[in-house]
């Protein structure tokens, strides 16, 4: 097995990277690697509906959908992310439990008990340190998971505590309590050694394997796909799931339920409560369609119809605020 200690902090590139290796090498390998602050979502998710936007934005923290199914998680450089990449096997292609043994072992090494849940999540008691996902391309597969060392748990129930419920068909997150490894350890270590400790056990249980470098072909691959895919609204927000909203306006001393619908990350339908008088906010919030459920976009949509809204008694700063609260 070929260990990957991944220099770089770049959620961007570190998500491009699984992709670039599971699709483009035939050896077994594992990768060890940290992201700056990040939020990383599922593959068939809702953005919206796992984060909090406004929190995301006032922190300007990326949101990046990866390859693999499962569930929104936060990522900052006190949490160590692993990626192992195999032949799958063709009678049990997701088999969780083989890998997340791995990360019990390594753990007992350090004089925690662990256990997996029905979820495949590891707990630390009743305390979630670690979820894992998997993804299936051709005869490899890509496993990967976190470990919450030492993680800003403020700013990961901050990120993941959604504002406003959306309906739809994509998978949503499971909420579980959190907890950091760090605080579990006879002896205190910082993130790095931990790091360093991981592929010094992967190397170990794997006999013959060897660390493997980056070529600065693959490095260069990486950051093209990277800035071509994943760093795109297009794919991190625009490929959820058709969903559907409500956002509630005050106009003339009362209160409308607007409810949009968005496909493709694009408005294509907003509906009125049947039998209400809405003067002319019907019309105008008709225009809405064909635009991207994007800030920028959004802010263009108030900024084009700023008179009718106010005539209509709306401020542009509430009426905004109103899309994602």
């Known amino acids: 097995m070929l260990i990957l200690s991944r220099p770089f902090l770049d959620p961007f590139l570190n998500i491009a990277a699984e992709e670039y290796f599971v699709k483009n090498t035939e050896e077994a390998m594992c990768m060890v690697w940290r992201n700056s602050p990040s939020v990383i979502i599922g593959k068939h998710q809702n953005a919206f509906a796992e984060i909090n936007h406004s929190f995301v934005e006032a922190n300007r923290i990326p949101v990046i959908r ?85 993680t800003d748990l403020a ?13 739809g068909k994509a998978p949503q997150s499971v909420r579980n309590e959190v907890a950091n490894i760090s605080d579990f350890l006879e002896k205190p270590m910082d ?27 693959e490095m260069e691959t990486i950051n093209q796909l990277a800035i071509s895919k994943y760093h795109m609204w297009e794919w991190n927000f625009g490929y959820s799931p058709a969903y559907e909203f409500n956002m509630a306006i005050s106009s003339m001393n009362k209160t409308l339920e607007i409810g949009l619908k968005v496909e493709n990350g694009t408005f294509v339908g907003v509906h009125f409560p049947i039998g209400e008088e809405t003067g002319t906010l019907q019309s105008v919030f008709q225009k809405l369609i064909g635009k991207r459920h994007k800030l920028d976009e959004i802010d263009s949509f108030i900024h084009e119809n700023k008179l009718s809204f106010e005539l209509e008694g709306l401020d542009a700063v509430y009426l905004k605020q109103a899309f994602y609260k």
């Open 66 to 150: 990866r390859i693999s199914g499962g569930g929104a998680v936060y990522h900052d450089l006190g949490n160590v992310n692993f990626s192992f990449i195999e032949k799958a096997d063709r009678n049990n292609p997701v088999d969780f439990m083989k890998f997340t043994q791995i990360i019990i072992r390594f753990l007992s090494e350090l004089g925690i008990e662990a256990d997996v849940n029905p979820r495949n999540s590891i707990l630390i008691g009743d305390k979630k340190i670690s979820g894992h996902a998997q993804h299936l391309f051709r005869d490899r597969v890509l496993h990967h998971g976190t470990l919450l060392f030492d």
């Open 155 to 167: 700013k990961l129930n901050g990120c993941l505590e959604p504002e406003k419920k959306y309906s």
């Open 191 to 217: 993130v790095v050694s931990f790091a360093d400790q991981l592929v010094e056990f992967l190397l170990l249980i794997h006999p013959g394997s060897g660390q493997y470098d980056i070529s600065q072909t």
